[in-house]
């Protein structure tokens, strides 16, 4: 059992919003995740690039002035993932079973694929003083969570480590190397400031992600709180849409939450910030295509890790041609749905005994169209 003192300092966190700062380690400077360094760093840009494909250019404000696809309207492809009501993919669904809809309307289907690849995966972590102060239940928590869900990455893996608190700080770029991932991981330690921006680090890192190849998601485990972020959570929902990158989040501090709320511990302030930071967290990874998880014990965290890689490892890639080739650098909605192809109805899956299987379909909401080439 935890020491009572270290619950109470939690509990104090939770109550009062406040933490008083430390000095933190001093942090070294990055340009961002992927992104060559200045020219006048002394350094080649070449020699900084991660072995991964990306076509990244630094862009000079947070806040998207375009759309998140670059070329014509002429294909888009959705990554799907269909989960029974464990969180466990379901395979080998025949591509005639998969319908898509834009704006309500069906699209033919011109591509389909299935398989397991390797992720690129950045993990993006809230670091503050706010609910992370040091040997904090908070503070063992996060780094339990950072921990685990690196240990469970594959040789092939890619992964970078940011951390942030008033702003993002890259740890590690992306990298196969695991050495550098665990000196990456030793610098959570101490935190520096009590300012959380959620929204600002979100977006940031979302957008320096958005033209790099192949499987990718950002795991977010955080409180879900934002205290001072430049953005409103509307613009970071925006932009959030637009760069088209999985967010599977993990919040922090459930069971706290409850215990300091059960005991009086909480006001009614407090207890709406918390409900309001779940469902922005929710809210971000529903529509980026990705899930949500709140758990309230250690022993879940296993089965999170799980689906997460399930819902990236193992994917159907579905592409067509969109029946609205408009420029008009609206937003389209996306739906997916597994029908019977003779009658329209929705699929029955069955398990192996024959039982009826809920399910439900992980996809990104949509994307927003180009507009006219000025």
């Given at each position: 059992m935890k020491n009572f003192w270290l619950v109470s300092s939690v509990l104090v966190t939770?109550?009062?919003?406040?933490?008083?700062?430390?000095?933190?380690?001093?942090?070294?400077?990055?340009?961002?995740?992927?992104k060559p360094r200045k020219k006048d760093s002394g350094a080649p840009a070449e020699a900084e690039l991660p072995k991964i494909p990306s076509k990244l250019n630094k862009r000079e404000s947070s806040i998207p002035e375009g759309p998140s696809f670059k070329s014509d309207v002429t294909n888009v492809t959705v990554d799907v993932a269909v989960l029974d009501n464990k969180g466990h993919?379901?395979?080998?669904?025949?591509?005639?079973?998969?319908?898509?809809?834009?704006?309500n309307v069906p699209q033919p289907v011109t591509n389909f694929n299935i398989g397991e690849a390797p992720m690129t995966v950045c993990l993006l972590i809230e670091f503050s003083n706010l609910f992370q102060s040091y040997y904090t239940e908070g503070w063992y928590q996060t780094l339990s969570a950072a921990y685990?869900?690196?240990?469970?990455?594959?040789?092939?893996?890619?992964?970078?480590?940011?951390?942030?608190?008033?702003?993002?700080?890259i740890l590690s770029d992306f990298t196969t190397d695991r050495r550098k991932t665990q000196e990456a991981m030793q610098r959570l330690r101490i935190a520096a400031f009590s300012e959380s921006?959620?929204?600002?680090?979100?977006?940031?890192?979302?957008?320096?992600?958005?033209?790099?190849?192949?499987?990718?998601?950002?795991?977010?485990?955080?409180?879900?709180?934002?205290?001072?972020?430049?953005?409103?959570?509307?613009?970071?929902?925006?932009?959030?849409?637009?760069?088209?990158?999985?967010?599977?989040?993990i919040g922090m501090l459930q069971a706290l939450r409850e215990y300091a709320d059960a005991?009086?511990?909480?006001?009614?302030?407090?207890?709406?910030?918390?409900?309001?930071?779940?469902?922005?967290m929710k809210t971000f990874a529903t529509e980026s295509g990705g899930a949500s998880?709140?758990?309230?014990?250690?022993?879940?965290?296993?089965?999170?890790?799980?689906?997460?890689?399930?819902?990236?490892?193992n994917q159907y890639s579905i592409g067509y041609s969109p029946s609205n080739q408009a420029r008009d650098g609206k937003y389209r909605r996306i739906k997916v749905e597994l029908v019977n192809p003779a009658t329209g109805d929705p699929l029955r899956i069955v398990d192996e005994k024959g039982k009826p299987m809920k399910y439900r379909i992980v996809a990104k909401a949509g994307y927003t169209a180009p507009r006219p080439v000025e």
């Amino acid at each position: 059992m935890k020491n009572f003192w270290l619950v109470s300092s939690v509990l104090v966190t939770v109550t009062l919003g406040l933490a008083v700062a430390q000095q933190g380690p001093t942090k070294e400077s990055s340009d961002t995740v992927a992104k060559p360094r200045k020219k006048d760093s002394g350094a080649p840009a070449e020699a900084e690039l991660p072995k991964i494909p990306s076509k990244l250019n630094k862009r000079e404000s947070s806040i998207p002035e375009g759309p998140s696809f670059k070329s014509d309207v002429t294909n888009v492809t959705v990554d799907v993932a269909v989960l029974d009501n464990k969180g466990h993919f379901i395979p080998n669904i025949p591509r005639g079973n998969f319908r898509v809809l834009e704006d309500n309307v069906p699209q033919p289907v011109t591509n389909f694929n299935i398989g397991e690849a390797p992720m690129t995966v950045c993990l993006l972590i809230e670091f503050s003083n706010l609910f992370q102060s040091y040997y904090t239940e908070g503070w063992y928590q996060t780094l339990s969570a950072a921990y685990g869900f690196v240990e469970t990455l594959k040789k092939d893996d890619y992964v970078a480590v940011i951390a942030y608190d008033m702003r993002p700080e890259i740890l590690s770029d992306f990298t196969t190397d695991r050495r550098k991932t665990q000196e990456a991981m030793q610098r959570l330690r101490i935190a520096a400031f009590s300012e959380s921006n959620l929204y600002d680090a979100l977006v940031e890192t979302a957008e320096r992600m958005t033209d790099i190849e192949g499987r990718k998601a950002i795991v977010l485990i955080a409180s879900g709180r934002d205290t001072f972020s430049k953005l409103t959570f509307d613009k970071a929902r925006k932009a959030i849409q637009n760069a088209g990158v999985p967010i599977y989040a993990i919040g922090m501090l459930q069971a706290l939450r409850e215990y300091a709320d059960a005991r009086g511990g909480m006001g009614p302030i407090a207890r709406l910030d918390f409900l309001q930071a779940d469902n922005q967290m929710k809210t971000f990874a529903t529509e980026s295509g990705g899930a949500s998880f709140f758990p309230r014990f250690y022993g879940e965290f296993p089965n999170i890790f799980r689906n997460v890689q399930d819902g990236l490892r193992n994917q159907y890639s579905i592409g067509y041609s969109p029946s609205n080739q408009a420029r008009d650098g609206k937003y389209r909605r996306i739906k997916v749905e597994l029908v019977n192809p003779a009658t329209g109805d929705p699929l029955r899956i069955v398990d192996e005994k024959g039982k009826p299987m809920k399910y439900r379909i992980v996809a990104k909401a949509g994307y927003t169209a180009p507009r006219p080439v000025e």
